[in-house]
């Protein structure tokens, strides 16, 4: 006995089905595509409406359209990825239905890489590394979150060329969190000051734009330029250092071939006097043999004195390169903020701290600077909820007590959705 046809009802038509979706309707234009509202469209009307659909974040419509034989596109992802919810669910979607996507095509591919750096999606990115996809948009890595950062060192080698893995380093160092990523750098071994083909390496680049880019006037573009200004001079004293640490060990490798040298000579000038002295006692008499071994004994004696004293000059020099080195480099450490108490935290200035966490009455893991003293710009919104805000007023040498509270997402299951205190000592600020 076979089934009866069933007639799509009259309303499921492609202009009603765009005016549900332009009132939100969800279950309206779930119950019109299941009725065949895409059907006899053409490709590009069908994307459009398709584009529009992905508008209305519900998995139940994504899900009707990837059982559909067309593929899906990042055409269909034209969302605003500022607002919130839009990143969430283009995060999800990009999770749940990865393998709708059209990896075929290096281009498409490369806006998908795009797409799930700017929404924080670790899976997309994994995945088109790993196939050695999107090569062209790796240097967006250095703008995403860590963990989509940390991937930089899955890139297989020779992969991306050298102006892109400058570029890369650029992006990380105009981030907010660019000194989390200078010490993943660091603890990688990896070469930040790598140059491109125009002998430039990031922090190079970072000072041109600092130079030449029209910050907006008002307190988001002061913040940006302090903040770049900040990571500028931090790389550059890095690479004084690096460069010192270098010169240092060509001295090193100077003095020990100098010495090497010296070496040599000397024992080829007792080489000789030992052949010298072995054809005359050959031809001299028994009684004179005793006279010349003993004369032989003191010349030897003579040159190595003076290898001796070579060497110890020698040494001497490599001593005293040393300490010139590290009073340069002591110098150099000096702290450069205020500890002058009369100075009250304002917002926008730039100040040395050092805190400790606590939920309840327990420290908690990583929420201590342990005495080191770390710099926050104040406003940059680095730290959470209003932890910033609250030091504002205080002067140096105060101990203020910040109460935040960690959001439900922050990552760490003891700290999600905790309510935390800080006790924060202002330790100076830079003038």
């Known amino acids: 006995m076979s089934k009866k046809s069933q007639t799509p009802p009259a309303d499921a038509t492609p202009e009603n089905l765009e005016k549900a979706i332009d009132k939100y309707q969800r279950p309206e234009v779930v119950r019109m595509l299941k009725a ?20 209305l974040r519900s998995m139940e419509i994504m899900d009707f359209l990837s059982r559909q034989k067309e593929p899906f596109t990042v055409d269909m992802l034209q969302l605003d990825f500022d607002v919130f919810q839009n990143r969430d669910f283009v995060r999800e979607l990009l999770t749940k239905y990865s393998k709708k996507f059209d990896l075929s ?3 498409e591919c490369e806006a998908i890489f795009a797409v799930a750096c700017t ?12 196939l050695k996809k999107a090569v062209a948009s790796y240097p967006m890595i250095g703008s995403a979150s860590m963990p989509i950062f940390e991937q930089i060192t899955a890139i297989p080698d020779g992969l991306m060329h050298d102006d892109d893995r400058v570029r890369l380093y650029l992006q990380a ?11 993943f750098l660091q603890d990688a071994k990896i070469d930040y000051f790598l140059k491109n083909t125009d002998g430039k390496n990031a922090a190079d680049l970072l000072e041109e734009r600092i130079r030449t880019f029209k910050y907006d006037n008002g307190k988001k573009g002061r913040l940006m330029k302090l903040q770049e200004e900040q990571a500028l001079k931090m790389l550059r004293k890095m690479e004084s250092e690096r460069e010192q ?6 001295l090193s490798l100077k003095i020990k071939i100098l010495i090497l040298c010296i070496c040599v000579a000397a024992a080829a000038v007792i ?24 004369e032989e004994a003191e010349e030897s004696t003579e040159d190595e004195t003076e290898d001796t004293v070579d060497e110890t000059d020698a040494d001497e020099a490599v001593e005293d390169s040393e300490t010139d080195t590290v009073e340069e480099t002591d110098e150099e450490k000096t702290v450069s903020y205020s500890t002058d108490t009369s100075l009250v935290v304002a917002d926008g200035d730039t100040v040395n701290i050092d805190y400790t966490g606590y939920i309840g009455d327990v420290a908690f893991d990583g929420g201590s600077t342990d005495g080191v003293g770390t710099d926050l710009i104040i406003g940059s919104g680095s730290y959470i909820d209003d932890f910033e805000e609250q030091l504002i007023g205080a002067n140096v040498g105060d101990i203020v007590t910040v109460t935040v509270t960690f959001p439900e997402d922050y990552g760490v299951d003891d700290l999600n959705g905790q309510e935390a205190v800080f006790e924060v000592t202002i330790n100076g600020i830079y003038e």
């Not at 929404?119 to 790993?130: H, P, S, Y």
């Not at 160092?173 to 010490?183: I, N, Q, R």
């Not at 640490?245 to 060509?250: A, F, L, V, Y």
């Open 36 to 55: 065949g509202a895409l059907s006899g469209l053409d490709a590009e009307k069908r994307a459009e409406i398709c584009r529009r659909l992905v508008g």
């Open 105 to 107: 095509d290096e281009k």
């Open 119 to 130: 929404v924080d999606n670790e899976k997309a990115v994994k995945q088109l590394i790993r």
């Open 173 to 183: 160092f105009l981030s907010a969190d660019w000194e989390l990523k200078l010490v």
């Open 245 to 250: 640490s270098s010169d240092k060990k060509k």
């Open 271 to 294: 080489g000789a006097g030992i052949g010298y002295y072995q054809a005359h006692n050959s031809a001299s008499a028994e009684t004179t043999e005793d006279v010349s071994a003993e």
